[in-house]
């Protein structure tokens, strides 16, 4: 669209911490589980945090998205959660391009991190298409677990790295 503001991308800071509670609160109308985007005091320490990156999404100095990646650096994990994009610019690419410059920032930054996973929601399909144009495997569903207003299945998905993938153990038997 023509007259569509500019998108920037960065790292959050604390300095944000109120844009992005204030973005939480107004989509899921505290039905959020991840207690660490509902309780302000966990929510302030995860950016102090060397593990939790905050990756953010900001139009006309407002944040219209987020997502954060909480890496696990003796096992080379990255845990994707807790993706949130504005309404009035859903469907642009947001959540994507989050994903996209996290991952990017994260192996550039982290060499070590070979395992990128998280869950995603079933209520619509979005999700789902969102990770697999960035080539993650569904590896698993989680069925009604995850309470928002409604219960929903989650379906585990992973982007595995080629080193993560040859490094695996292929040396097992199938059961009888």
């Known amino acids: 669209m023509a007259d569509d503001p500019t998108i920037f991308y960065r790292s959050g800071t604390v300095n944000d911490m109120f844009q992005i509670l204030d973005l939480y609160s107004r ?17 302030r320490k995860s950016f102090s945090s060397e593990n939790i990156i905050w990756a953010i999404a900001v139009a006309n100095g407002q944040i219209i998205g ?33 994903l996209r410059r996290g991952i990017k920032n994260i192996n550039e930054q982290y060499p070590g991190q070979e395992i990128f996973f998280g869950c995603v929601r079933t209520l619509t399909s979005a999700p789902q298409k969102l990770t697999a144009q960035l080539n993650f495997r ?39």
Do not use: C
């Open 27 to 43: 989509l899921y109308q505290g039905f959020y589980s991840d207690p660490t985007v509902i309780d302000p005091i966990m929510f």
């Open 138 to 176: 569904t590896i698993g569903i989680f069925p009604n677990i995850h309470r928002t207003q409604i219960y929903e299945t989650q379906i585990l998905t992973a982007l595995f790295s080629e080193r993560s993938l040859k490094q695996r153990d292929t040396n097992f038997k199938s059961h009888p």
């Open 66 to 98: 987020s997502m954060n990646f909480t890496m696990d650096f003796g096992n080379g994990l990255t845990k994707v959660s807790g993706a949130v994009v504005d309404p009035k610019f859903q469907s642009r690419g947001v959540a994507l391009e989050l």
